[in-house]
């Protein structure tokens, strides 16, 4: 009797073992569509809905095509490099900037490789190799010269992750983080509590956790207390990271994607230009 009933738990957990080891192959293997979501059926150079700007390309070092919405900026106005969230499109981002360009100040968008209809795959490496090259043809891409007290750096979501690596190597006026989270893959093991996230995809980590406090621009970072996406609590364990200068903003009944609904947009474009005109720029 005992032999058997021994059997039989050592039978079921071989198969445990068996369907953990099967999903977790699932999830390595599918991992960049996990990561990088993006919507392909919404193409960069459609109109976006900014009221100035048009599309731009630049090359990125292995050849791939880097598709950039541009809206130039209004006389002495800051730039605002921006990147997007993972689950989105250069259409819908713009939505988060469209007050910033009413306002006067210039928006580079940068669409990722993989995402609306453009070729190349993304991953960590390749994603901050095209920023890092974006930020530093901005000159170029402009067709002016846009000092450090005129660059902004601006992202939501994974572009959060993408914003504070680069404002980590590269010098702003002013950093701006939306909906951010302390390491890409502690959402994740948040979503799937029963795999080891940070061990098993250690390529796209996205710890932003490890570079925050290497960003030496004043930083302002927004988030939704409700938010179901990555949870508050992330948000601010990055925050208490952060060097000063920094703020703070909560939305009570924000969630991941609807903080420009609750003064997110005000909130960034009021900052900047106390910020900026502290700074001597804007």
């Avoid at 499109?89 to 006067?104: F, Q």
């Avoid at 572009?159 to 302390?182: D, H, I, Y």
């Avoid at 995809?201 to 490890?210: F, H, I, Q, Y």
Wanted: proline content about 6%.
């Amino acid at each position: 009797m005992l032999r058997g009933l021994f059997r039989l738990a050592l039978v079921g957990c071989l198969l445990l073992t068996v369907v953990y080891g099967a999903a977790a192959a699932a999830l390595i293997a599918n991992r960049g569509s996990l990561i990088y979501p993006f919507v392909q059926g919404i193409s960069a150079d459609r109109v976006i809905g900014l009221p100035r700007g048009e599309t731009a390309r630049i090359t990125a070092e292995d050849g791939t095509p880097i598709t950039l919405w541009v809206a130039p900026p209004v006389g002495d106005r800051a730039v605002i490099l921006t990147f997007m969230g993972n689950s989105g499109h250069i259409r819908a981002a713009a939505n988060r900037v469209r007050l910033l360009a009413d306002a006067g100040y210039g928006i580079i968008l940068m669409n990722y490789r993989g995402a609306g209809q453009m070729p190349g795959a993304p991953s960590q490496s390749a994603i901050m190799q095209d920023s890092t090259l974006v930020y530093d043809s901005l000159d170029e891409i402009l067709g002016e010269t846009i000092p450090q007290s005129r660059r902004v750096i601006y992202g939501y979501s994974l572009g959060a992750a993408v914003a504070a690596q680069l404002a980590a190597q590269r010098p702003a006026a002013a950093v701006v983080l939306a909906a951010s989270f302390n390491r890409l893959c502690e959402t994740a093991e948040f979503h799937y509590p029963i795999f080891p996230v940070c061990m098993i995809l250690p390529d796209n980590r996205w710890a932003s956790a490890d570079r925050i406090g290497e960003i030496e621009a004043p930083l302002l970072m927004l988030h939704g207390e409700v938010d179901e996406v990555i949870p508050v609590d992330q948000g601010l364990r990055l925050y208490d990271q952060a060097r000063e200068p920094k703020d703070l903003v909560l939305y009570p009944n924000g969630n991941h994607a609807d903080l420009h609904l609750h003064g997110a947009r005000e909130d960034i474009r009021d900052w900047l230009d106390r910020t900026l005109a502290a700074g001597g720029a804007g």
